[in-house]
């Protein structure tokens, strides 16, 4: 496979696309785009977002100690591309966006009712990266769509539909068909393996 050099720069990892839901000292609320998330510890429960020191969104987490991230469907990528242009210190993306806020169970940041999946973060720490801090939260609730749930315990992932983000190039893409199943598939390869 014949490879070019790109340096480095912020390339294409696909990312999830989130909408991350805050509140203000006096209780106003703001939502905004972000695809430098991921969760990265499971005991305890953590996830983590990577937020420029300038945005509004930094602010309030900051302030108020929590913040919610709604994992965001393929048809909302209109109004979550929104929600990352604009910044909430001069447009109440709520109001322009039509997204609707509701009351979360474990902190006072709103989940966003058109997403299917809603993770209820308080403020553990942040680590400093320049221009960015990333901010870890502890996972303390998680509201999941209840049709993307079988009558088998089974999940089903298109009913989240997730959008996912292509940093590099600008562009959103939906999730293609079922490739595998992890901690399953590499098992064909025990065969191969030399020792214990
Ligand atoms: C697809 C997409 C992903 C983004 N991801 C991030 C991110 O992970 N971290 C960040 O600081 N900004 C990110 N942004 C930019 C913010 O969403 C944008 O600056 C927004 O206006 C900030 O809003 P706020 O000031 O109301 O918090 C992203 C924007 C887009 C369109």
Same mark, same amino acid.
């Given at each position: 496979?014949q490879?070019? #050099?790109? %340096? @480095?720069?912020?390339?294409?990892? @696909? #990312?999830? &696309?989130? $909408?991350? *839901?805050?509140?203000?000292?006096?209780?106003?609320?703001?939502?905004?785009t972000? *695809?430098?998330?991921?969760?990265? *510890?499971?005991?305890?429960?953590?996830?983590?977002? *990577?937020?420029?020191?300038?945005? $509004?969104?930094? /602010? #309030?987490?900051?302030? &108020?100690?929590?913040?919610?991230?709604?994992?965001?469907? +393929?048809?909302?990528?209109g109004? +979550?591309?929104?929600?990352?242009?604009?910044? %909430?210190?001069?447009r109440?993306?709520l109001?322009?966006?039509? !997204?609707? @806020?509701?009351?979360a169970?474990?902190? +006072? +940041? @709103? !989940?966003?009712? /058109?997403?299917p999946l809603?993770?209820?973060?308080?403020?553990?720490?942040e680590?400093?990266?320049?221009?960015?801090? $990333?901010?870890l =939260? /502890?996972? $303390?609730?998680?509201?999941?769509?209840?049709?993307?749930?079988?009558?088998?315990?089974?999940?089903?992932?298109?009913?989240?539909?997730p959008?996912?983000?292509?940093? %590099?190039?600008? /562009?959103?893409?939906?999730?293609?068909?079922?490739?595998?199943?992890?901690?399953?598939? =590499?098992?064909?390869?025990?065969?191969?393996?030399?020792?214990?």
């Amino acid at each position: 496979m014949q490879k070019r #050099q790109l %340096g @480095p720069c912020v390339t294409f990892f @696909p #990312q999830p &696309t989130t $909408l991350v *839901s805050t509140v203000g000292i006096g209780g106003a609320f703001d939502v905004m785009t972000a *695809s430098w998330v991921s969760i990265v *510890s499971k005991t305890p429960p953590t996830l983590t977002v *990577s937020l420029n020191r300038g945005r $509004l969104t930094y /602010e #309030q987490i900051r302030d &108020t100690g929590c913040f919610v991230v709604n994992m965001v469907p +393929a048809k909302l990528a209109g109004e +979550a591309d929104y929600c990352g242009l604009r910044s %909430g210190r001069d447009r109440d993306k709520l109001a322009v966006s039509g !997204l609707t @806020p509701v009351k979360a169970s474990r902190v +006072a +940041a @709103p !989940l966003i009712a /058109e997403c299917p999946l809603n993770v209820e973060c308080r403020l553990l720490r942040e680590v400093e990266l320049g221009e960015y801090a $990333l901010v870890l =939260g /502890e996972i $303390l609730e998680i509201h999941a769509v209840e049709a993307a749930f079988g009558e088998d315990g089974g999940i089903d992932a298109g009913v989240f539909d997730p959008l996912v983000y292509l940093g %590099g190039i600008r /562009e959103y893409w939906s999730l293609g068909d079922l490739a595998g199943i992890a901690y399953r598939d =590499g098992k064909r390869f025990y065969a191969g393996e030399q020792g214990p």
